[in-house]
């Protein structure tokens, strides 16, 4: 299989559902996320954001990893990816300052035809409450969290919350 080059830029493509415009589009350091503002008429590619775990065998769970910060590093997967391993991803964001939205996550890979048998993904809240959405090739529509051949997850973030988003990335392969 080709290597996948830059694997999780194109991880988190986000495209707000609605909205209005803003012009933040830094990291916050007191807050210690990245504030979804400058995205609602946007979309953007969060790749140096991430920190990545690479989970070698494949059988840490979600609740291992939330638990576990030190298990995340910078996003090195440009140099090093090894496709039939899986990877974490983890990216805090901050809600955007105006209003409540929806945000759709996109994952896909840089390289066309290229992508990820299953992606897990959980949103974490401040107050600890957790939502789990799923995609991937390996997956039918129907499995899916949306039901489409694209592969997504949507979540809604309150104004100005702190959320922590963790994906699981098991399988690279080509796109059906």
Not at 77 to 103: H, M, P
Not at 129 to 141: A, C, Y
Not at 153 to 174: C, D, H, P, S, W
Request: with cysteine; proline share 1%.
């Amino acid at each position: 299989m080709k290597r996948l080059l830059l694997i999780f830029a194109v991880i988190l493509s986000l495209i707000p559902l609605n909205g209005q415009s803003s012009s933040a589009d830094t990291f916050d350091q007191q807050s210690s996320a990245w504030p979804l503002d400058s995205f609602i008429n946007d979309s953007h590619t969060f790749y140096e954001e991430l920190k990545i775990f690479h989970d070698r065998n494949g059988n840490i769970s979600f609740e291992e990893v939330q638990k576990n910060d030190s298990l995340f590093s910078n996003n090195t997967t440009s140099e090093n990816f090894q496709a039939d391993d899986v990877y974490w991803a983890k990216l805090i964001l901050q809600g955007n300052c105006r209003i409540t939205a929806n945000y759709l996550f996109g994952f896909a890979s840089i390289l066309k035809g290229q992508g990820w048998q299953y992606n897990d993904t959980w949103l974490v809240r401040e107050d600890s409450s957790i939502t789990q959405q799923q995609s991937g090739f390996g997956l039918s529509k129907q499995e899916k969290s949306i039901h489409s051949a694209t592969n997504l997850a949507r979540f809604e973030i309150k104004q100005n919350e702190k959320v922590t988003l963790y994906v699981r990335y098991k399988g690279a392969m080509k796109d059906k």
